[in-house]
């Protein structure tokens, strides 16, 4: 398994995730809880191991899909694909009694206004961060990656936007920056 020391590509994602989510809501020995959906695992387990994630104040990582117990006095951190049974998957996690403190969310890519406003009705008052981080490929090795898309174009045109966004993403993590 690859650890975050790990140079290439791998160490380069595993140091955005941690210059993004993890810096975001680290605070003094406070420690976290981190949700993941499926594609965030994978991506997550490529680049990071559990020792790695400990050393960043992660005490737990849980399935987003699976039933959790409540931990009311803990954060929990999201980092998820923006797509409607994800953002459901979280809604259900506040909708009656809160499972956690606060959370802090974190989609791998472009999250659509419908499901922005939709997470907004529904639990705002716990949604301490809510970002895009450009993350929708995997690492496979230090200098191969596979694309992930959540959505499938139903256009040329879509495809195209759809192709522009990952190889931007992938970018972004190398420190490019592109002018608009």
């Not at 989510?21 to 680049?47: G, P, Q, R, V």
């Not at 606060?102 to 419908?114: G, H, I, L, P």
């Not at 879509?158 to 522009?164: E, H, K, L």
Request: positive net charge.
């Amino acid at each position: 398994m690859a650890t975050g020391s790990e140079h290439g590509l791998k160490g380069l994602v595993w140091q955005r995730i941690k210059e993004t989510i993890i810096a975001d809501c680290k605070k003094s020995e406070i420690w976290k809880i981190l949700i993941l959906d499926h594609f965030t695992t994978k991506l997550l387990s490529s680049c990071c191991n559990m020792s790695d994630l400990m050393k960043e104040g992660i005490t737990i990582v849980e399935d987003l899909y699976k039933s959790r117990e409540p931990v009311p006095e803990m954060k929990a951190i999201y980092f998820m694909t923006p797509t409607a049974k994800c953002v459901d998957a979280f809604i259900c996690d506040f909708k009656l009694k809160p499972k956690y403190k606060a959370a802090y969310v974190y989609f791998t890519d472009y999250c659509s206004d419908e499901l922005f406003n939709k997470m907004k009705q529904s639990c705002a008052k716990y949604i301490r961060i809510c970002k895009e981080i450009n993350i929708s490929f995997l690492p496979q090795e230090s200098q191969v990656c596979f694309f992930s898309y959540h959505i499938p174009p139903r256009k040329l045109l879509d495809f195209v936007f759809m192709i522009i966004f990952l190889v931007v993403g992938l970018g972004v993590s190398f420190g490019t920056q592109f002018p608009y």
